[in-house]
């Protein structure tokens, strides 16, 4: 069973497009160069893709110029030749007179060459001054506002580490000074372990509390008996 006939319309789907044209574009290069071998013929052809792509086939040994040339001779066509000097030289006048616009405008704003300008310029050229004079002093008052700004912030930069600084310093004073008194204290309790009746007011009081009667039965000693005999 054959084939049915395909109905000769633009293939709406994109990609059964494309694979379709890969297609017959492979065989029209082959029948085309079936023809010119077998026949001796002079073809050229070009082909475009929807997507801007080009294929040619030109019979050998020529070249597609010479195929076109001889196409142009055989109907009678001619390319115009375009001279693109009169354009040029019109785009150079253009721009030499913007040249000399723009030199005259310079030296109006620098103040040379006043003496040819006319009253009416002349009030032109002074409004245009001012105008330029006022965006000047925004763009300056501008640049002024953002680096009062930045000198705030680092200002408040400065502030936030010196009070950082003030804390740190006054955290580690006291603590130095907790540090000697707690070594003072150690070196004091030291001195005073020498002294076994310290913060002990009993044994104090007990010296003062001594009757007389226990003073007496303590009585000294001569280590030479002769003293004892006052006659001797």
Request: neutral net charge.
């Amino acid at each position: 069973m054959g084939r049915g006939k395909i109905a000769i319309k633009r293939i709406e789907n994109q990609t059964t497009r494309q694979v379709t044209f890969s297609k017959r574009r492979a065989g029209l290069l082959k029948k085309t160069h079936e023809l010119s071998v077998l026949c001796d013929a002079q073809i050229g052809l070009i082909i475009f893709s929807t997507t801007g792509k080009m294929c040619q086939y030109c019979s050998e040994p020529y070249r597609m110029e010479q195929i076109i040339d001889r196409y142009l001779k055989v109907t009678g066509t001619t390319i115009p030749e375009h001279d693109n000097r009169e354009h040029l030289y019109n785009e150079l006048a253009v721009l030499r007179k913007e040249t000399r616009r723009l030199q005259l405008s310079l030296r109006r704003y620098t103040g040379e060459d006043m003496s040819s300008i006319p009253f009416k310029e002349l009030e032109q050229l002074e409004n245009e001054l001012e105008r330029s004079a006022i965006k000047v002093r925004e763009r300056k008052n501008e640049l002024l506002h953002q680096q009062l700004d930045n000198l705030r912030r680092k200002e408040r930069i400065l502030e936030e580490e010196n009070s950082n600084m003030y804390r740190w310093i006054q955290e580690h004073t006291i603590g130095y000074q907790y540090g000697g008194i707690e070594a003072k204290a150690v070196e004091h309790q030291q001195v005073l372990g020498q002294f076994p009746f310290y913060d002990e007011p009993s044994s104090v009081l007990q010296l003062s509390t001594i009757s007389p009667q226990q003073f007496h039965s303590y009585q000294l000693q001569l280590a030479q008996p002769n003293l004892l005999d006052s006659n001797v």
